[in-house]
């Protein structure tokens, strides 16, 4: 979920007492359009992942041999359909817990006929530990992840050491975690745990951020920001261990 979807009331302090761990993000209900919850009641068995299913095996989930890219947080999935239709040639994950979300992204992937891409409706944290095998992506990607700006909430950025090991730990050797978001505050913070964490090297070096590259597309969301004034920054570390 993208901090375009998560702008619901923050949660309450008596919410916050019985959570049973911090989260990274709020889910809250949405109205289903038409296609959206056609996407959910027809294109989910093609396109759908269980986390109940339990550990995959890419090859088999898709059919084929190719390198893997997993996104946390597509959305309302236009980036994540679009980078799987510019590049058939890899295989696509998507996590997402906002439902119109997912239902948008199945409904447009089923009539477009996209082959190369599986979505979990669900915590992605989970699905990592629970579905994804260790050693088995060559992406992960993170863009534009709930900020929690107040400091008192800088707890629910999903960045943090833990994540960053956790990340590491289903990359392949060589594979990369990018990151992007358009907070110059969180942007630092990501810097300040990336470049600490062990195991991984900044792709554009020491401190230093990565262009946005040719094949991560400029969402609506982005260009508002950037219309606003809004700096966005991509970071891109490298597991090397």
Known sequence: ???EQNNSPETSGDEQKYMRKV????????????GQQRGLEEAWPHYGLELDNGMINPAEVFGREAPVVLEIGFGMGDSLLSMAND??????IGI???RPGVGRLLNTAQTEGVKNLRVYCDDAVEVLAQCIPDGSLDCLQLFFPDPWHKKKHHKRRIVQPEFAQTIRQKLKVGGVFHMATDWENYAEHMMEVMSAAEGY?????NGAY??????RPVTKFQKRGERLGHGVWDLMFERTE
């Open 23 to 34: 989260r990274s993000f709020v889910l809250r209900a949405g109205r289903m359009t038409e």
């Open 210 to 215: 990565s262009p946005q590259p040719e094949w």
């Open 96 to 98: 997402e817990v906002h």
């Open 1 to 3: 979920m993208t901090d």
């Open 201 to 205: 090297n900044n792709v554009a070096g």
């Open 87 to 92: 590049q058939p040639e890899k295989n696509y």
